[in-house]
């Protein structure tokens, strides 16, 4: 069962604060290079917005004391050890094509989609 099957079925997402920015730039890259059109943009975007996904803030110390280990000891980058943070926080599965991410995921216990 994929990602999106298990959000339709109501199962909520969880995603750091950041996510809607990074999932905008991505399309509107996407859209720059012409793979995607403006149309379709706003289609993406919208089927997001009916998922309603949880939006997950991470705070100072949360980034001094959890985060920034994470991107030492595997060599994330911030954004990606947030998520990674976030789903070993929760308990989730984390869902990710970066194979660095999902490495460091499996390493800290964290079950990937």
Request: charged share 20%; hydrophobic share 45%; glycine share 8%.
């Amino acid at each position: 069962m994929g990602v999106l099957d298990l959000l339709k079925g109501g199962d909520q997402a969880l995603v750091p604060a950041f996510w809607c920015s990074e999932v905008l730039n991505s399309l509107l890259v996407g859209e720059r290079k012409g793979r995607i059109s403006a149309v379709e943009v706003q289609a993406f975007l919208e089927d997001l917005r009916a998922l309603r996904p949880t939006l997950d803030n991470a705070s100072l110390e949360r980034v001094i004391q959890d985060i920034q280990p994470l991107c030492r000891q595997h060599g994330l980058v911030s954004y990606d050890a947030l998520y990674v943070e976030l789903a070993m926080r929760s308990g989730s599965p984390l869902a990710t094509l970066d194979k660095s991410q999902r490495d460091a995921a499996l390493a800290v216990g964290v079950v990937c989609l």
